[in-house]
């Protein structure tokens, strides 16, 4: 059987807003994926959690936001394993899921040029194609020439996605709805619907039980 190409979109999703949807489906489109695995993180080593919203509800909103594409899916695999949460980890185990499948990872331009940085990143470097994402504001030369310098010192493989700027971040949602303004538009009415009944991102304690995410959302 002819391998599959498997898309890879991590983030923290908090939430995920139609931003990341689009580039999702940028990447299916552009490079012929067979499917999109949306990847809520775990703990990263990376970022401060105080103020990350649990990992279940994250999981729950992404789930919602993905329901309409039959070539999105939603995966587990990093808020249920415990300790810090590792790029190299969860493709390994995706390489074991999907055996003989060529795994695309999606990340930014911005996040293309932070990776020799992160843990076991040449084996990371060695175990996906990766996909840059490069926006309007970007230099296509300079983000080509660091393309070309991960090639060289790590057999990288990175090809360049094109990506129109989408002027939409969580941060700006949280605030937003904080701020009791609007965030219509900015990410899909399931979503928005489910973070108010959960009174996430208000500054109200969110009223949160596992289980009844568990019996409401898991499908």
């Known amino acids: ?23 999702g489906e940028a990447a299916r489109e552009q490079f012929g994926l067979d499917r999109i695995i949306f990847m809520p993180s775990g703990c990263s080593y990376m970022k401060e959690h105080d103020n990350v919203t649990p990992g279940e509800l994250r999981y729950q909103m992404v789930k919602l936001a993905i329901d309409s594409n039959p070539y999105f899916t939603c995966s587990r695999l990093e808020i249920d394993r415990e300790g810090n949460t590792y790029t190299i980890d969860t493709l390994n185990e995706l390489k074991k899921m999907y055996p003989g499948d060529e795994i ?45 310098y991960l090639h060289d010192k790590y057999g990288a493989d990175i090809r360049i996605l094109q990506f129109n700027n989408i002027d939409i971040s969580s941060s700006d949602i949280r605030a937003r709805i904080k701020n009791g303004r609007s965030v219509r538009y900015m990410l899909p009415e399931d979503v928005i619907e489910f973070a108010t009944l959960k009174n996430l991102y208000t500054g109200i304690p969110t009223a949160y039980s596992d289980d009844d995410d568990m019996k409401i959302y898991n499908g």
């Open 104 to 148: 695309y990872l999606i990340v930014g331009g911005d996040t293309l040029k932070q990776m020799e940085s992160w843990h076991n990143s040449e084996d990371v470097f060695k175990n996906c194609i990766i996909l840059a994402a490069i926006r309007d504001n970007m230099s296509i030369g300079d983000m080509d020439s660091y393309r070309r």
């Open 1 to 23: 059987m002819a391998s599959r190409k498997i898309g890879l979109l991590g983030g923290t999703f908090n939430p995920i807003h139609n931003a990341h949807l689009i580039l």
